[in-house]
């Protein structure tokens, strides 16, 4: 076969095939762990393959792991000696719900290609104001239901009015929100780090503003273990179905509402939107709000589920979003089960050395996933010079 | 606290500012030529990480600074060239493109730099000067090095042939091309400079201005100079004087906790000083906002194509 007759033309395509997008997303994944693999080698790591299996079997456990966990959930025993059960699992979904509405957060607003990359910033607020909520205001003694509630409600409102400071920024006086969102970002590690670590809320040289009181913490699986004793030992909580309905929400309202498709309309020809009459200034704001409000809402979630808040209030589930947000290609149901996945790389990669393994194979995948965007539009063709006859090879 | 004592303060917290602002000179004189052929490049905080590793590495290896920033400004560029690729041949979107390439840099840098966390670090030369005393002539030499840099890019881009070729890529890239300028070659270039600066201006901090690696070495320098560039208004000069003020905006919750400051010392005050350290990143976001006015008044704008690929032949600028 003579290469040199043939040559790749690049050409506009005209229909959207649902299936590049799963295939991008897969490619993604597989070329981050190729290219993850590689820099291990260099760092020193001498088995890739062995760390990437470690960190299979911390974030989600291994087959002989479930199935232990059932027989003994069947037999209503403990969990076997020596097996993990449903441990990495139950860490997994832990981590997994605010790395979900965090994606949600970023979806909303890149869906109007508003580039909110604060998502962390309005975490970090949401946690704060729900920490204020649960030790400060409302006495310990608060039912459980209402504390939670109070607390979800500062939250989201920290966050939205948070989100809604660079929308209306970029809505009045057209100032780049990837920047502010950015500097607000930094501007919340700061203030926490004023109000725990040196500040008013820091208990002693804690750095910490101590244990919540019992209201304010999410209820776990393992309080069930006197009658199930499989569960004993489990951290998942009920907030991952808080994640769970709002992607439905969220889905619903990107699909099915007037707004939702307003949003939409923004995003895919803003001209177009303007000539329909849909406000760009109105909506701008609003979307930062509800995005902020989400990323706020996960940071309620996030101080529930570790019952205090301290000077170590992990940073960059906001970008790990931004990921997440890219790989499910901005659809609110596939962020469920890519959040899932990212939960699972989280824990798996927490007692891992070198640390930053996640950060980088977060990159590789988004660079995959967005350097296959132009498949989206463009076929590459691989043809004969000659001959018109087109074998339709991807490549990518 | 007499008044001579003041001036040399004063002098001292100046000669700091200069010393800080001068990696973020560099990143921004970077990114204003990547954006000036039409690329926004959201990644420098990823190319400044990198190049501060490879930088601090390579010097720790062969105990040659110059080299350490060579070395700095190599991997700066190489992670450009990704983004070049990316976003100009598969016309990919620039601004998940280059937030791409910060996650990458965080973590190649942080993976990579593990061994250099903690490690010695460059002995600075130490000149004995007026007013200042203790000076080491590397922070000098880099000082200087910029002051020239920005007069230079300036001129390079209003008053010369390759200067006006690259703004009309990122101005009118068809209008260009149909003039026979490469438009995909021009923007790869710049995009790969703009790489190499970040990376020098990483390197810069790591070996120079603020010797020593550990991980999220600049702690969101690379993002404030995506910032400054937008107040700049793409303008090297403007570059340079803003980047100034951000560096004494970082050196001041420093300086401030000086004890022999009267009124203003932080120095009882520990977390008053937590709260000055959001200083430079709310002033980044005020200076947007008295930019955005200015903009508005004198009709300054962003190079026209900026974010925009280019294909030949297809409708759009």
Not at chain 1, 315 to 336: E, K
């Amino acid at each position: 076969m003579n290469l040199l007759s043939r040559r790749i033309r690049i050409e506009a395509r005209l229909d959207n095939p649902g299936w590049i997008g799963v295939v991008s997303s897969i490619l993604g994944i597989v070329l981050a762990l190729i290219v993850g693999g590689f820099v291990l080698r260099a760092a020193g790591a001498n088995d890739p393959i062995g760390t990437y299996q470690e960190i299979f079997k911390e974030g989600f456990g291994t087959p002989a792991d479930w199935q232990a966990g059932i027989t003994a959930l069947l037999a209503n025993t403990d969990c076997p000696k020596g097996s993990l059960c449903f441990g990495p699992l139950s860490d997994t979904l832990v981590k997994a719900s605010p790395i979900l509405l965090t994606a949600l957060a970023c979806i909303i607003a890149f869906r109007m290609k508003l580039w909110n990359i604060g998502a962390d910033g309005q975490m970090f607020m949401g946690a704060w104001a729900a920490t204020g909520v649960a030790v400060f205001l409302l006495p310990p003694t608060t039912d459980r239901p209402v504390m939670l509630a109070a607390m979800a409600l500062a939250g989201i409102l920290a966050g939205l009015l948070y989100g809604a400071i660079p929308g209306f920024l970029k809505a009045r006086l057209n100032i780049n929100e990837i920047i502010t969102t950015l500097m607000l970002n930094y501007i919340a590690y700061k203030w926490m780090e004023y109000f725990v670590v040196v500040g008013p809320w820091s208990i002693g040289d804690f750095e910490s503003t101590g244990k919540f009181p019992a209201a304010a913490s999410w209820p776990r699986l393992t309080e069930l273990s006197d009658r199930i004793p499989v569960l004993s030992g489990l951290t998942v909580h009920p907030g991952i179905f808080l994640g769970i309905v709002a992607a439905i929400l969220l889905a619903w309202i990107l699909y099915r509402s007037r707004w939702g498709y307003e949003i939409r309309v923004i995003g895919n020809n803003p001209k177009a939107a303007r000539y329909a009459g849909i406000s760009l200034r109105r909506n701008i704001i609003l979307v930062m709000g509800l995005s902020g409000a989400l990323a706020g809402l996960a940071g309620m979630n996030e101080v529930a589920a570790l019952r205090e808040l301290n000077g170590r209030f992990q940073r960059g589930f906001g970008f790990t979003g931004v990921i997440i947000a890219w790989l499910a290609r901005l659809n609110p149901l596939a962020a469920i089960l890519v959040a899932f996945l990212f939960g699972g790389l989280i824990v798996g990669t927490q007692l891992i050395q070198p640390q930053g393994i996640a950060s980088m194979l977060q990159g590789v995948i988004l660079f995959v996933v967005v350097g296959t965007e132009l498949l989206f539009h463009y076929r590459v063709r691989v043809e004969k010079i000659e001959q018109v006859t087109a074998a339709p090879e991807a490549s990518p | 606290m007499t008044g001579n004592e003041l001036f040399v303060l004063a002098v001292t917290i100046l000669f700091g500012a200069l010393v800080s602002g001068t990696p973020l000179l560099f990143a921004t004189m970077g990114e204003i030529f990547s954006e000036r052929a039409g690329v926004m490049n959201l990644g420098i905080e990823g190319m400044m990480l990198v190049g501060a590793m490879s930088g601090f590495a390579a010097w720790f290896k062969t105990g040659n600074l110059l080299l350490g920033l060579l070395a700095g400004m190599a991997f700066g560029a190489l992670l450009a060239l990704l983004h070049a690729f990316i976003t100009i041949s598969l016309r990919a979107d620039q601004v998940v493109s280059g937030l791409a390439v910060t996650f990458l840099g965080t973590g190649l840098s942080s993976i990579l730099g593990q061994p250099y966390v903690g490690q010695r670090t460059p002995p600075p030369t130490t000149l004995v000067l007026p007013i200042l005393e203790h000076v080491a002539a590397e922070q000098l030499i880099i000082i200087v090095v910029g002051l020239i840099l920005a007069p230079l890019a300036w001129y390079y881009l209003n008053r010369t042939r390759p200067g006006l070729n690259l703004r009309s890529v990122g101005e009118y890239p068809s209008a260009a091309d149909s003039l026979g300028i490469n438009v995909l070659r021009t923007r790869y270039l710049y995009v790969i400079f703009g790489g190499a600066m970040s990376g020098l201006g990483g390197a810069t901090m790591s070996l120079i201005t603020d010797p020593g690696w550990v991980d999220g070495k600049t702690s969101g320098l690379g993002w404030i100079a995506v910032g400054l560039v937008i107040f700049a208004s793409w303008d090297p000069l403007r570059g340079l004087w803003v980047s100034y003020f951000f560096g004494l905006l970082r050196r001041l919750p420093l300086d401030l906790q000086n004890p022999a400051l009267p009124l203003i010392s932080t120095a009882n005050n520990p977390s008053l000083g937590r709260l000055m350290d959001m200083l430079p990143y709310l002033a980044t976001i005020f200076i947007l906002i008295l930019g955005s006015r200015e903009a508005l008044r004198k009709r300054l704008g962003a190079p026209a194509a900026l974010g925009v690929p280019y294909v030949r032949g297809e409708r759009g600028l």
